[in-house]
């Protein structure tokens, strides 16, 4: 049963009001599932408890966000059934979410997600605590592989359980399909430049494009706008600010995964030097470093994917610095967002929804360290 419509979250866009909206549609959601995993039993029960805890714990919302401001900016209504509906397809995209990060932290080995150990560290310390036989490590990666998948499973279920019309679900389909498949490419994308298959600035850009601009902004706007049967101008206008500002968005988490405060972050500081990553950040470095300090350049590479105590982080800082990298990237960050905010000026968007997302995308890129 959907919780009553309430004027409040929807119509006034308000963060923290939109943020629990989506919150009781996931909660809701969550409990239409407990009868089906309770009867598979065994450790199932405590395993989605813990995707729901993960899911429900915190996170900004940013996707359904902006999937609901473009349904607004498209003429969508703020309350009613019909929007009601719609809350619930946008809040399908945290689904997506939690996927894409328990299979990330797995990948990049990570040991803590907003403060809290990842899911695959908890599970490996529940086999450690109880004993069980068998490697830790691997049960706990196989357990959060597994909740990861069915978050993606369930994703799918709220979005066509969601109440939405079957001409809306049509429009919808082929949207929500792209955004998948672009995710996990890009992804892959990302596993090929951690093994230094392209240590290039266009390779890093567009591991950025496909796997966080799209499904974060490009392609969760794209969707609100589908949800309204928006005309095909507003939806390249959306779509040109959300690459932008998805972009952006990535670059910013970029500087932050080096220089970025961990009771911040809720990740070690230094996080992307030790996992190896080759950001857009370390590709412009390595490009200056090949071409005028060959030996900056060797550090560079000599770091990426080890462990560094606190010092050796300090001094690939001052390196990225000294390089310039930091500025550039700050540099592309700032253009992105002019441009992402143009595309919006000259759209047919509806006034109070566009300040939202001018809003909401300097929220995105203008986070501090």
């Not at 679900?169 to 892959?188: H, Y």
Request: charged letters at 25%; glycine letters at 8%; hydrophobic letters at 45%.
């Amino acid at each position: 049963m959907s919780s009553p419509v309430v004027d409040t979250p929807t119509a006034a866009l308000g963060p923290e009001a939109l943020r629990a909206a989506v919150d009781a549609k996931l909660a809701e959601f969550f409990a239409t599932r407990r009868d089906v995993v309770d009867t598979v039993g065994g450790g199932y029960p405590a395993a989605v408890a813990d995707l729901e805890a993960f899911v429900l714990r915190g996170g900004k919302r940013m996707r359904p966000a902006f999937a609901w401001t473009a349904w607004l900016g498209a003429g969508g209504e703020p309350t009613g059934p019909r929007s009601d509906a719609v809350l619930r397809a946008c809040s399908a995209l945290e689904l997506i979410q939690a996927c894409a990060l328990i299979h990330d932290d797995i990948i990049d080995s990570s040991s803590t997600r907003r403060g809290f150990p990842t899911v695959h560290v908890g599970f490996a310390r529940r086999h450690r605590d109880a004993g069980w036989s068998g490697s830790s490590d691997h049960f706990g990666e196989s357990a959060a592989i597994l909740v990861g998948d069915l978050a993606l499973c369930w994703a799918d279920d709220l979005l066509r359980e969601s109440g939405i019309d079957n001409d809306a679900a049509r429009r919808v389909q082929p949207v929500w399909s792209a955004m998948r498949t672009e995710v996990l490419g890009g992804q892959l994308l990302d596993i090929e430049a951690e093994a230094g298959t392209d240590e290039g600035v266009a390779a890093a850009m567009r591991v950025n494009r496909f796997k966080t601009a799209a499904y974060t902004v490009e392609r969760p706007l794209h969707l609100g706008a589908v949800l309204a049967d928006a005309d095909e101008d507003l939806i390249a206008a959306y779509r040109s600010f959300g690459a932008d500002i998805g972009i952006a968005f990535q670059l910013r988490d970029d500087l932050l995964g080096v220089f970025g405060d961990p009771e911040v972050t809720g990740k070690p500081s230094g996080d992307d030097i030790t996992e190896g990553k080759r950001t857009v950040l370390i590709a412009s470095a390595l490009k200056q470093a090949d071409e005028n300090r060959p030996d900056l350049a060797a550090t560079i590479r000599a770091s990426l994917g080890t462990e560094l105590d606190a010092d050796a982080v300090a001094d690939i800082r001052s390196i990225l610095v000294e390089l310039g990298a930091v500025d550039a990237v700050e540099r592309q960050i700032d253009e992105l967002g002019a441009r992402a905010v143009a595309a919006l000026d000259n759209s047919s968007i509806e006034p109070v929804a566009a300040a939202h997302l001018r809003a909401m995308a300097t929220a995105a890129i203008k986070r501090q360290y």
